[in-house]
């Protein structure tokens, strides 16, 4: 299995930027998927997730209201779309996602990142 991550870039600050995430290989369901990332010095924290269908995100406080994460299963696709972005928002972020393998297992499996730079 394996997460391509696509849509970084330098936007200015108020800018809008659209991440994309694809699971590509052999499994059978994507069973949660995320954002992550990591600023110079910082931890990698979450910032969006959508479980299952979709029915249920959730967000980092500062980034709610103005990112929205969002799936197309059948395209075993997550975006994470950035809206009003801040100098803050700069990082380099990852997507992240549990899947369910064909033997039934469960494992995490990270994409490459990609960086988000927002100028002030």
């Known amino acids: 299995v394996q997460l391509q991550a696509f849509g970084g870039g330098l936007v200015q600050a108020g800018g809008s930027l659209r991440l994309s995430c694809a699971a590509s290989?052999?499994?059978?369901?994507?069973?949660?998927a995320g954002w992550y990332r990591q600023a110079p010095g910082e931890q990698r924290e979450l910032v969006a997730r959508i479980i299952g269908s979709g029915d249920n995100t959730e967000y980092v406080d500062s980034v709610k209201g103005r990112f929205t994460i969002s799936s197309i299963n059948h395209k075993n696709t997550v975006y994470l779309q950035m809206n009003s972005l801040e100098p803050a928002d700069t990082a380099v972020y990852y997507c992240n996602a549990n899947i369910t393998t064909p033997e039934g297992g469960c494992r995490y499996y990270w994409g490459q990142g990609t960086q988000v730079t927002v100028s002030s």
């Open positions: 290989g052999r499994f059978f369901r994507v069973n949660v």
